[in-house]
């Protein structure tokens, strides 16, 4: 069976010293699919998660990571205290109740000082800093839950594990 990637277009932190690796997604329940991972280099060996898991469990943006020779994410050395929100639409939305929950996510966000990645148009990874309040996202996610538009979950209700 082919492998699938799911690739960050549009990472939340772009700099000019940056690395791609790779984290196996299978411990996660998605076997042969792998999510590409935007890192920043440190002088340690360690590098700086510079984008937000969209599959990825037990893990969040600035964390500290370990890679393998060859460049699989393996270890989550320190947390930075961010938090994941993740959130999918379900399938076959009416299109302009698409573009409003995308909307309403997105301005959201940003009243909030969050930043997002969008991976398609129905998933969506938020980062909530440790001094941030989560309150009105989670709320919105729950109402929007309630209504059945979406599924949505902290990416650290599972550890990170390696494949």
């Given amino acids: 069976m082919p492998k699938n990637?799911?690739?960050?277009?549009?990472?939340?932190?772009?700099?000019?010293?940056?690395?791609?690796?790779?984290?196996?997604?299978?411990?996660?329940?998605?076997?042969?699919?792998?999510?590409?991972?935007?890192?920043?280099?440190?002088?340690?060996?360690?590098?700086?998660?510079?984008?937000?898991?969209?599959?990825?469990?037990?893990?969040?943006?600035?964390?500290?990571?370990?890679?393998?020779?060859?460049d699989m994410l393996v270890e989550v050395v320190s947390r930075s205290g961010h938090r994941t929100m993740r959130a999918l639409f379900v399938p076959g939305l009416d299109p302009a109740y698409l573009s409003s929950l995308t909307e309403g996510i997105n301005s959201l966000a940003q009243q909030e000082g969050f930043v997002l990645e969008w991976s398609g148009d129905r998933h969506v990874a938020i980062n909530i800093p440790a001094d941030r309040d989560a309150g009105a996202m989670e709320a919105f996610m729950k109402e929007r839950r309630a209504a059945e538009s979406l599924f949505w979950e902290w990416s650290d209700i599972k550890p990170f594990l390696v494949g």
């Avoid at 299978?26 to 937000?52: K, S, T």
Wanted: with cysteine; aromatic share 14%; glycine share 6%.
């Fill in 5 to 70: 990637y799911i690739v960050h277009d549009d990472p939340a932190i772009i700099t000019d010293r940056q690395r791609i690796a790779m984290a196996d997604l299978a411990p996660f329940g998605f076997p042969d699919q792998w999510e590409q991972i935007w890192l920043g280099h440190r002088d340690d060996g360690l590098f700086v998660m510079q984008c937000i898991p969209f599959r990825i469990y037990g893990i969040s943006l600035f964390d500290i990571v370990r890679l393998d020779d060859d």
